[in-house]
C-alpha cells in the first residue's frame, strides 16, 4: 500500500510497541523488509500518548501534524491465520490460539479503501473527521487509565532497571486499572511466555484465556468507516 500511495503523498510509518527494543522487535522488521520508516518504541511512549490499547493500530495524521483519524484498529491486509502452515504435531495451545485470532472480526478491504480516498482526496476524503470529532472519538482518560498508564511506565522502569520480579506488582496493577488495554497485558505477557502468553505464576491472564472471556469478536472494536 506505500508503494502504491506514495506517489500520492501518503507516508508509512510503523511503530512497533516493545520494552524488548531491537532484539525482540527488529527480527519481525528484517523479516518484512519494509521500505517504509520502521521505528520501535521500547518505552511505549506512543500508545500512551495516543491512547493505543492494542495492535495493529492505525492513526491518521495530515501534512499539517493534525491528526485526523484517533487511533482505530488498523487492517490494511489480512492473512487467514487459522491452521495455515502449521507443522504436524504443533502445540495444541497454538493451534487454539489461531483459532480464537480467526474468530477476530477484521474488514481490511474497507479499511484500505478509507486510506485510498484519504490519499487521492486528502482534507476532502470523507474519511477525514474535523478535530472536534477527533476529540469526541478519542479514549477518554479517567483517573484508573492515568494511573494505570503510570503504573505500567514504573513496571517498565523496573523491569530494565533488572528487577523483574519487582515489575510484576506494577504491570499487575495496570491490568487490574485498564483491563480493556491489551498492551499492557501483551508486553507483560511477553517477558514471561513471548510466544504463547500464557498462563503463569506472575499473571492471572493469559492471552487464549482472556480472549475466550470476551469473545474473539469484541477483541477489535470495529472502525468507524
Not at 67 to 78: D, M, S, W
Request: aromatic share 8%; charged share 25%.
Amino acid at each position: 500500500m506505500r508503494a502504491e500511495l506514495q506517489p500520492k503523498g501518503l507516508e508509512v510509518v510503523t511503530v512497533a510497541l516493545d520494552l524488548g527494543g531491537a532484539e525482540a522487535a527488529g527480527p519481525w522488521i528484517d523479516l518484512a523488509k519494509p521500505e517504509h520508516p520502521a521505528l520501535i518504541d521500547q518505552a511505549h511512549v506512543l500508545d500512551e500518548l495516543l491512547g493505543v490499547v492494542n495492535v495493529p493500530t492505525g492513526v491518521w495524521i495530515d501534512e499539517h501534524g493534525v491528526i485526523v483519524r484517533p487511533p482505530e484498529p488498523a487492517f490494511p491486509g489480512y492473512v487467514a491465520i487459522a491452521g495455515f502452515g502449521l507443522p504436524e504435531g504443533s502445540p495444541p495451545r497454538v493451534v487454539e490460539m489461531l483459532r480464537e485470532a480467526a474468530k477476530m472480526k477484521v474488514e481490511p478491504e474497507r479499511y484500505a479503501e478509507a486510506v485510498r480516498d484519504w490519499a487521492e482526496h486528502g482534507s476532502a476524503s470523507r474519511f477525514a473527521i474535523s478535530p472536534e470529532e477527533v476529540v469526541v472519538r478519542s479514549r477518554p482518560r479517567s483517573r484508573d487509565v492515568s494511573r494505570a498508564a503510570a503504573s505500567f511506565a514504573l513496571g517498565q522502569h523496573l523491569h530494565r532497571a533488572g528487577h523483574a520480579d519487582d515489575a510484576v506488582g506494577w504491570f499487575r496493577e495496570a491490568h487490574r486499572l485498564q483491563p480493556d488495554n491489551w498492551t499492557y497485558k501483551r508486553q507483560a505477557w511477553e517477558l514471561v511466555d513471548p510466544v504463547l502468553q500464557g498462563p503463569s505464576d506472575q499473571y492471572e491472564g493469559d492471552w487464549l484465556s482472556d480472549v475466550r472471556a470476551i469473545g474473539a469478536e469484541n477483541y477489535y472494536p470495529q472502525p468507524e468507516l
